[in-house]
């Protein structure tokens, strides 16, 4: 076993002429095969030199396996409103996220969980969200002349929002913060222009135009890209959009 740069490094001598570097599937075990006579020295100045390129494999496997499973810890990233940010994590006795330049600092207990990093961070996103329709809504009801009765946000995997068009009341997905305020405006528009065409027909089509003519691009912006969810909560989020 060798130790480089922190990467620990397993040593397979063999009957063989030439050194071989692998990184291996699933979770990126780096193992040296080499001629049975090397000396460990050569053998660690050869590894050496492939640092960099051992780690640009090892990142791999980490983003593959983030993406299944989020843990809110440091060297994930969060989207927020469109952008990335990396996320830092430091301990102290009050849950916060602060934003600063790229970075997403999100102080919680040492003892915490993943799944209480998690909901705090959901929290988070729901104010974020909050704020923002409080501020478009009434934009966009008063472009349509058309009026929810009431709105909430809800976590969804499958949907960036819902309309119930008996009781007029709009539902929208937390996890439109993660994406640029103009699908948020657009989903609200969606669902706001249900309450005067329930079905997805030509006419809910020529309202959507006469008030944003670019909803179509918005739309495929909204949908190009997975949900940046929880590992066990991502949906089928291609489908059944609005
Ligand atoms: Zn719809």
Redesign the pocket.
């Known amino acids: 076993m060798l130790n480089i740069s922190g990467i620990s490094i397993e040593v397979c001598k063999k009957p063989i002429k030439n050194m071989h570097l692998y990184v291996k599937p699933p979770d990126g075990k780096v193992t040296v095969s080499a001629p049975l006579a090397m000396r460990d020295e050569t053998i660690a100045r050869f590894v050496r030199t492939k640092v960099s390129w051992i780690k640009k494999q090892l990142a791999k496997f980490d983003g593959q396996a983030r993406q299944s499973e989020r843990e809110y810890v440091s060297g994930e990233t969060l989207y927020i409103w469109g952008k990335q940010y990396y996320l830092q994590t430091e301990y102290g006795n009050r849950n916060s996220l602060a934003l600063s330049g790229n970075k997403a600092i999100l102080t919680v207990r040492k003892e915490s969980t993943a799944i209480q990093r998690e909901n705090f961070v959901r929290e988070w996103y729901r104010e974020l969200l909050k704020t923002e329709i409080t501020r478009m809504l009434p934009k966009w009801e008063k472009i349509t002349c058309l009026k929810a009765a009431g709105w909430q946000t809800k976590y969804m995997t499958t949907r960036w929002?819902?309309?119930n068009t008996k009781t007029g009341k709009i539902w929208l997905n937390l996890q439109l913060a993660k994406k640029t305020p103009e699908c948020l405006e657009y989903v609200i528009l969606?669902?706001l222009?249900?309450l005067a065409e329930k079905k997805?027909n030509e006419r809910?089509v020529s309202l959507m135009d006469k008030y944003m003519p670019m909803w179509r691009e918005v739309k495929s912006r909204l949908n190009s890209q997975m949900l940046d969810a929880a590992g066990s909560h991502a949906g089928n989020q291609r489908r059944g959009l609005?």
């Open positions: 929002g819902t309309c969606h669902e222009v249900h997805h809910f609005p």
